[in-house]
């Protein structure tokens, strides 16, 4: 089964708010995780990444927040825009990467103007 | 600089037709790899690559073939074509130094 998924497929919000899109993993020896974001049409674009030694890392716009303990990571997207409708996913990976990324099924974020 | 490459973009296939797809990348990755995606689910690791002439199964190998004769290569094969590959097929790679991979565009197949 997956061994990363979202708790909520939807996410509606209104333009300018925050939004806070949520993952649970299962693997607890994954140590590398990455969001990603997926436009209507296109392939995933990278977002943000965090390794498993930290509890938060900030972008632009952009954190994620890493839950070791009861294996949760968070997107929380600032002063959300139109551009930043799309469908969201985290993905994790364990050892060196090569065998490639385990992907959650994806959050579909919507900007309400 | 284009970074992935997919082509075809779309194509319908009847049941045991064959076909390839193909990935180029102009990054100089020594990493790649060929997901598919479903509807409502996340990307899935077909094959996978570390290196020229290198291959090796990810979590859905059965009925694709894969082949990476050059470095920015990358063929995805499917032999004899079922209404269970109706799917979109993305290809990615990466630095084997880093985890981040970068995707193409994606392949939309049908198969009838």
């Known amino acids: 089964g997956e061994s990363v998924g979202l708790h909520l497929p939807t996410l509606s919000v209104q333009e300018g708010d925050n939004s806070i899109i949520n993952c649970a993993y299962s693997n607890s020896a994954s140590d590398y995780f990455i969001w990603y974001k997926q436009e209507s049409g296109k392939g995933p674009q990278f977002i943000i990444d965090i390794r498993s030694n930290m509890d938060k890392r900030q972008g632009q716009r952009v954190t994620v927040l890493l839950n070791k303990t009861v294996k949760h990571l968070s997107l929380q997207i600032a002063a959300t825009q139109p551009g930043d409708s799309a469908v969201y996913f985290c993905a994790e990976t364990t050892g060196g990467g090569a065998d490639g990324l385990t992907f959650g099924k994806g959050t579909h974020l919507i900007i309400q103007p | 600089n284009a970074g992935v490459t997919q082509t075809p973009k779309f194509r319908v296939l009847k049941t045991g037709q064959s076909m390839t797809l193909l990935c180029a990348q102009d990054?100089?990755?020594?990493?790649m790899y060929w997901y598919r995606q479903d509807p409502g689910m996340g990307l899935r690791l077909i094959h996978y690559?570390?290196?020229?002439?290198?291959?090796a199964k990810g979590e859905v190998p059965d009925g694709y073939n894969v082949s990476r004769l050059k470095k920015q290569n990358f063929l995805l094969g499917l032999e004899s074509a079922a209404p269970s590959q109706t799917s979109v097929y993305f290809c990615?790679?990466?630095?084997?130094?880093?985890?981040?991979?970068?995707f193409g565009a994606g392949t939309r197949l049908s198969v009838l």
């Open positions: 990054m100089n990755h020594e990493y």
């Open positions: 990615a790679s990466s630095y084997a130094s880093s985890y981040i991979q970068y």
């Open positions: 690559s570390v290196g020229e002439g290198t291959t």
